[in-house]
T-cell receptor, first 112, second 112 residues
Framework: QQQVKQSPQSLIVQKGGISIINCAYE??????FPWYQQFPGKGPALLIA?????SEKKEGRFTISFNKSAKQFSLHIMDSQPGDSATYFC???????????FGTGTQLKVEL | KAGVTQTPRYLIKTRGQQVTLSCSPI?????VSWYQQTPGQGLQFLFE???????NKGNFPGRFSGRQFSNSRSEMNVSTLELGDSALYLC???????????FGEGSRLTVL
């Protein structure tokens, strides 16, 4: 049972454009939503995270938008750069601890 | 601080054998989690250890086991290997119960 659905599976964006990745969840007990970035041959690295008591969080070019009523959240990458080309995973945690439920991943390619 | 270190990075085993993977967390981190990453199933939670106690467990068969030592270093073991166990096994450590995980580069297991 996939508890966090992520789309699209792959995404190609032109340099300077906006990359948008969407996730939806079913478990209302989830209370922490991090995004991880993974480069080939590396482990995932925490990019940005949000709690459901806020609707948006911005860190540099990365923004999370959160819609609690729709049980959806999304990652926006502004001014996308070739160095952003990686696989992005949304995730969710319920009730503290470190048991992450991951989305299926989005492979982003930023072209010149 | 040094990052999360996993050994070995690559290994090849045959069906029926067993394997032990090792993880050294970031200094001061007491939580160690293990994840399996495959192209088909994505990132799946195996288990989490905190202060030498298993705190959470994923939906994997009993062939998958782990432990944590007093210095927070962790090992996971897979017995009676199957072809489907071929995967990247990722270890992550955390200082807090917030889902802010720091991943190692993983141990890539190939089962022939």
């Amino acid at each position: 049972q996939q508890q966090v659905k992520q789309s699209p599976q792959s995404l190609i964006v032109q340099k300077g454009g906006i990359s948008i990745i969407n996730c939806a969840y079913e478990n209302t007990a989830f209370d922490y939503f991090p995004w991880y970035q993974q480069f080939p041959g590396k482990g995932p690295a925490l990019l940005i995270a949000i709690r459901p008591d806020v609707s948006e969080k911005k860190e540099g070019r990365f923004t999370i938008s959160f819609n609690k009523s729709a049980k959806q959240f999304s990652l926006h990458i502004m001014d996308s750069q070739p160095g952003d080309s990686a696989t992005y995973f949304c995730a969710a945690i319920a009730g503290g601890g470190n048991k992450l439920t991951f989305g299926t991943g989005t492979q982003l390619k930023v072209e010149l | 601080k040094a990052g999360v270190t996993q050994t070995p990075r690559y290994l090849i085993k045959t069906r029926g054998q067993q394997v032990t993977l090792s993880c050294s967390p970031i200094s001061g981190h007491r939580s160690v989690s293990w994840y399996q990453q495959t192209p088909g199933q994505g990132l799946q939670f195996l288990f989490e250890y905190f202060s030498e106690t298993q705190r959470n467990k994923g939906n994997f068969p009993g062939r998958f086991s782990g432990r944590q030592f007093s210095n927070s270093r962790s090992e996971m073991n897979v017995s009676t290997l199957e072809l489907g166990d071929s995967a990247l096994y990722l270890c992550a450590s955390s200082e807090k119960n917030t889902g802010e995980l720091f991943f190692g580069e993983g141990s890539r297991l190939t089962v022939l």
